[in-house]
């Protein structure tokens, strides 16, 4: 099966601060997709991103199939923002989604 | 709010014990797939739900099962209860089998003790 890197592990951030989160396949994927995971366990999806670049408020995703990796960028942080994010993917034709050990984002006033 | 409810929020059961979750799916979302989360771990799939049909499963023994009924809700059954169930399982909908965004309910706590 797939194997899912994200990084860094853990990122702590003052308010304001922009950052960038990384996740790495071992195989092509289908279906990437990025979440955040707020303290309660609800997992809320950010962006479907199988290739290119997407947009929506502060954060973008940009995924480069070819070179099996995807960014996750967050600007002018909110303490909001914290929690949880996940990338995840399927091998084509496969039905189950691969998450990474995730990114625990924290972001301090 | 992601259109997926899942039930109960959170349960505390025995070993041995069995147990039921359920989830209803998002309008329109004929595919259902549950996942477990341990504490600190990214979510592990259970198996897919496709019109009723189970259609993909992970690594879990058969005392998890599921059923996917005509509505397009589901159930997760896990009998002989260990203590390593204790997890939160979350529930996921989408249109299609794959290719599609997938939408989580809030998930049900398990505490197994």
């Known amino acids: 099966g797939i194997q899912v890197e994200q990084s860094p592990p853990d990122l702590i951030l003052q308010e304001g601060a922009n950052s960038t989160l990384r996740c790495n396949f071992s195989?092509?994927?289908?279906?990437l997709q990025w979440f955040h995971q707020n303290p309660w366990g609800q997992l809320i999806n950010l962006f479907y991103?199988?290739?290119g670049t997407k947009q929506n408020g502060r954060l973008s995703a940009t995924t480069v199939a070819t070179e099996r990796y995807s960014l996750l960028y967050i600007s002018s942080s909110q303490t909001t923002d914290s929690g949880v994010y996940f990338c995840?993917?399927?091998?084509?034709?496969?039905?189950?989604?691969?998450f990474g050990q995730g990114t625990r984002l924290t972001i301090n006033p | 709010e992601t259109g997926v409810t899942q039930s109960p929020t959170h349960l505390i059961k025995t070993r041995g014990q069995q147990v039921t979750l359920r989830c209803s799916s998002q309008?329109?979302?004929?595919?259902v797939s549950w996942y477990q989360q341990a504490l600190g771990q990214g979510p592990q799939f259970i198996f897919q739900?496709?019109?009723?049909?189970?259609?993909g499963r992970g690594n879990f023994p058969p005392r998890f099962s599921g059923l996917q009924f005509p509505n397009y809700s589901s159930e997760l059954n896990v009998n002989a209860l260990e203590l390593d169930d204790s997890a939160l399982y979350l529930c996921?909908?989408?249109?299609?089998?794959?290719?599609?965004?997938?939408?989580f309910g809030e998930g049900s706590w398990l505490t197994v003790v």
């Open positions: 995840a993917g399927s091998l084509q034709g496969a039905q189950k989604l691969v």
């Open positions: 996921a909908s989408s249109q299609r089998q794959g290719g599609n965004t997938i939408y």
């Open positions: 991103i199988p290739s």
């Open positions: 309008s329109g979302h004929n595919t």
């Open positions: 739900y496709y019109r009723e049909e189970e259609n």
């Open positions: 195989d092509s994927v289908n279906n």
